[in-house]
């Protein structure tokens, strides 16, 4: 079975990224002759052809449209028995929405912005460009199957798209057992140590990029008033990364608040936490909260995220509102209990053990073999 795949490109802090690269190798493991079509990826997997498509551009708009010109032109000179796209490409066979749908985002987006801002917004030509883009996509002919990576996604393309139940299929994204398990608290005091974290202190973690959509402000907030043992380590990448660090010491937290930039190897970085929290104001499903709850640590997180659908309150997490400082500070509060955080923890590792890469694979070829059934003679 010869599948082409397509992601834009290649970064090691992002979360789909991460997932493309998992999917590429359980593929390859299942004997699926994969090729990946991206502008720029480094990292493929051993048995994954990468096909480089790198045209000139200038802006988002620009590359994200000359992009999508170039796959549909390679794809018309080569044969695939199927085509999954990773991105807003009318004429794939298969798309997996793990970007969720752009005008829920912009929507949530508005909640925390000034009117000016939210004109600005409106009138931004790249926003319009992906809602096109996501429009024509899901009302191509050509579109059979959309991986929905969690249930809330799928009932927002049935409410925005009108796409019928049986396009629609959630394949949960899967989490190496090999790399994130609740063994990586190993590491914990070499990561404390190197960021000068005291050993007693409850560390509440953020890892993401993009701060503002993945509520770096509410969880500062929120640390305002717990004892000075609470600490939050943010992981991530994001060109606004002064901005917080500002707002830390506005807020008179910032000798309790560490800026750790991007890292290629997060799994230490669960070892080191306690809790992870992400109140993000949109997600479909981060890749970051599987991994988070696979090491054994309660989430807190947003009902406009994903992964919240995995969470039962006060058993393997919590779920409050994104903009909701109060009752993510009290929710906070309570994990300070080491005992209680730590069976949380447990209980949110043994909710997403089932969610390996293998299963994950096992579901989406699967998919593959019913949506070409039909071809075979």
Same mark, same amino acid.
């Given at each position: ?6 992601r ?13 690269s ?11 002759e994969?090729t990946l ?14 096909k ?15 992009f999508a ?5 390679w794809l ?14 009318? %004429?794939?066979?298969v798309?997996?929405? %793990? ?6 985002w912009?929507?949530?987006k508005?909640?925390r912005?000034?009117?000016?801002l939210?004109?600005l917004?409106?009138?931004?030509p790249?926003?319009?460009?992906v809602?096109?883009?996501?429009q024509?996509?899901?009302?191509h002919?050509?579109?059979?199957a ?6 809330m996604?799928?009932q927002e393309?049935?409410?925005h798209?009108?796409l ?11 989490v190496?057992p090999?790399?994130?398990?609740p ?7 070499a990561?404390r140590q ?17 701060f ?12 305002? %008033?717990l004892?000075?043992s609470?600490?939050?380590?943010v992981?991530g ?14 807020l ?6 560490v800026?750790?930039?991007?890292q290629?190897?997060v799994?230490?970085y669960?070892?080191?936490?306690d ?7 949109y ?8 991994e988070a709850?696979a090491?054994g640590?309660?989430?807190?997180t ?5 992964a919240?659908?995995l969470i039962?309150n006060?058993?393997n997490g919590?779920?409050?509102? =994104? ?10 509060h309570?994990l300070?209990? =080491?005992?209680?955080?730590?069976r949380m ?5 043994q909710?997403?053990?089932h969610l ?17 059934q039909?071809?075979v003679?």
């Amino acid at each position: 079975m010869k599948i082409a795949l397509i992601r834009q490109k290649y970064s090691p802090f992002g979360g789909a990224e991460r997932f493309v690269s998992r999917a590429l190798s359980a593929l390859s493991q299942q004997g699926l002759e994969v090729t990946l079509l991206s502008r720029n990826w480094d990292q493929a997997s051993e048995g994954t052809q990468v096909k480089r498509l790198n045209p000139f551009y200038l802006g988002r708009t620009w590359r994200d449209w000359s992009f999508a010109r170039a796959v549909s032109r390679w794809l018309g000179r080569h044969r695939f028995d199927l085509v999954q796209s990773h991105e807003r490409i009318a %004429g794939c066979e298969v798309y997996r929405a %793990g970007d969720g749908v752009h005008r829920v985002w912009l929507r949530q987006k508005a909640r925390r912005e000034s009117l000016l801002l939210r004109w600005l917004g409106r009138l931004n030509p790249y926003h319009h460009y992906v809602c096109r883009a996501e429009q024509r996509m899901f009302h191509h002919p050509r579109l059979r199957a959309v991986i929905c990576n969690s249930k809330m996604v799928q009932q927002e393309l049935i409410e925005h798209f009108q796409l019928p139940l049986d396009k629609l299929h959630v394949i949960y994204s899967g989490v190496d057992p090999a790399r994130f398990h609740p063994g990586v608290r190993q590491q914990r005091a070499a990561i404390r140590q190197q960021w000068g974290i005291p050993e007693a202190a409850t560390v509440y973690l953020f890892l993401g990029s993009g701060f503002q959509r993945k509520g770096v402000a509410p969880l500062l907030q929120a640390l305002v %008033g717990l004892p000075e043992s609470a600490w939050v380590l943010v992981v991530g990448k994001d060109k606004q990364q002064r901005q917080y660090q500002r707002l830390a010491r506005r807020l008179g937290i910032a000798d309790r608040v560490v800026f750790a930039g991007g890292q290629t190897e997060v799994a230490a970085y669960y070892g080191a936490a306690d809790v992870f929290v992400l109140p993000t104001l949109y997600d479909a499903f981060p890749n970051a909260a599987l991994e988070a709850m696979a090491c054994g640590l309660p989430l807190l997180t947003s009902p406009n995220c994903g992964a919240a659908e995995l969470i039962r309150n006060g058993d393997n997490g919590y779920v409050c509102d =994104a903009l909701d400082v109060e009752t993510l500070h009290k929710h906070m509060h309570t994990l300070l209990d =080491a005992a209680l955080s730590q069976r949380m923890g447990a209980h949110a590792q043994q909710t997403v053990a089932h969610l390996t890469p293998d299963f994950m694979a096992t579901q989406m070829v699967a998919l593959y073999r019913q949506l070409l059934q039909p071809n075979v003679a």
